[in-house]
């Protein structure tokens, strides 16, 4: 969307999702950096659809639901207006629409997570974190649209129509304020047992995705939230990489070359190593590794990569193209960088990946009332 045609697209396109009904993601009813997942809380696993509070020490829509809702619509804008007011507002209108109803309709586990681009974050101190651009891989196919951006919002929940609801509340919002660059709506099917007794669910390459994550508190405060500066304390850096994969020949490599390529069993999720854990070192009689060294399983695993586990949420999509929406969350920009480093070196699922549209933001601290959305970094004054 150019400057030019900004509101009438960004109107467009808010009509658009109302009609398909789209829709969110999420996590459990841990509200802050410090506290570790209540298994049994709302939005955990069999309780799908409880509300998820807006306010805390960090936003909602990260680590609270536990399991992330099903579906999700990602917006990603420019703006035209000072950020310190509109954030201000949009944190009033989100504690709204996460409870009270919307055209009637109950907002369940709505969440809406809000980041800031670097861009953005330089004006409030070029040394803070979220402050870096996120560079240029290999196996990318965008235009300047598709790339950055001053402002993210995720919108997610169980049922599609009240995510739909919620991006025309939060269009008609930022009409004349924001341009949009471009916008996401994915889905996760049914969740179901891995390894180590967690769930999760498939992708469109027919495997289990997020079995390896952060849960304890230990390792959301190393590896998630940012503990700060105090004007970004309990906020989080998160990446966004839109996949177009190349189904068709992803299929042609058969079960036996997709697990080699993964590194774990398709069906049982199992690692080829054996068990629910990834032993890296595991060997053949004859010296081969057991997981290749160009599975994705070991190209990607922190322990190698030096860096502490990111959050990963991804969501299936078939528009533009059948694919992913990658998000993750980390406490440092270095966690992904590092880890995408060695994903360019070799792996031989990236060979089926072509990325699309990609943003790096600063996921702002929790809000409440007496306590406006972004004001640590941006003030609230026009």
């Not at 996590?27 to 306010?55: H, I, K, L, N, Q």
Request: glycine share 14%; with cysteine.
């Amino acid at each position: 969307m150019t400057a030019r045609t900004s509101r009438r697209g960004l109107l467009a396109f808010g009509s658009a999702v109302t009609a398909m009904g789209v829709a969110g993601c999420g996590a459990d009813r841990t509200p802050g950096p410090s506290a570790a997942p209540v298994p049994g809380g709302a939005g955990a696993a069999g309780e799908a659809g409880g509300p998820v509070a807006a306010d805390g020490t960090a936003q909602a829509g990260i680590d609270r639901p536990v399991l992330p809702q099903t579906h999700l619509t990602s917006l990603v804008l420019d703006l035209d207006v000072p950020p310190g007011p509109l954030l201000a507002a949009l944190g009033t209108t989100i504690r709204t629409l996460t409870t009270e109803a919307t055209d009637g309709v109950d907002p369940g586990d709505l969440t809406v997570t809000v980041g800031v681009g670097p861009a953005l974050v330089r004006r409030a101190g070029a040394d803070l974190p979220g402050a870096t651009d996120l560079p240029s891989y290999r196996r990318e196919e965008m235009g300047e649209r598709e790339r950055g951006g001053d402002l993210w919002l995720q919108v997610c929940a169980s049922d599609p129509l009240v995510v739909a609801l919620a991006v025309a509340t939060l269009e008609e919002q930022l009409r004349g304020s924001a341009r949009l660059r471009w916008a996401q709506r994915g889905w996760r099917g049914a969740y179901a047992a891995t390894p180590g007794d967690h769930q999760a669910t498939r992708n469109v390459q027919g495997f289990q995705d997020g079995i390896v994550a952060p849960r304890s508190a230990d390792e959301l405060a190393e590896g998630v939230w940012l503990a700060g500066p105090v004007p970004v304390a309990g906020g989080t850096i998160a990446v966004l990489r839109r996949f177009r994969i190349d189904v068709a020949g992803w299929r042609r490599l058969g079960v036996d070359g997709q697990e080699a390529a993964v590194g774990r069993r398709r069906g049982s999720s199992l690692a080829l190593s054996g068990g629910a854990d990834i032993d890296l070192g595991a060997k053949t009689p004859d010296g081969q590794y057991l997981v290749p060294a160009d599975a994705h399983v070991r190209r990607a695993h922190a322990r190698d990569a030096g860096v502490p586990l990111m959050l990963r949420r991804s969501y299936s999509i078939d528009d533009p193209d059948p694919g992913l929406l990658f998000v993750s969350f980390q406490s440092t920009l270095r966690a992904f960088t590092a880890t995408m480093q060695r994903l360019e070196e070799s792996d031989r699922m990236l060979d089926f990946a072509t990325t699309t549209a990609t943003g790096t933001f600063l996921v702002l601290p929790g809000h409440a009332e007496d306590r406006p959305l972004g004001a640590g970094l941006f003030g609230t004054a026009g």
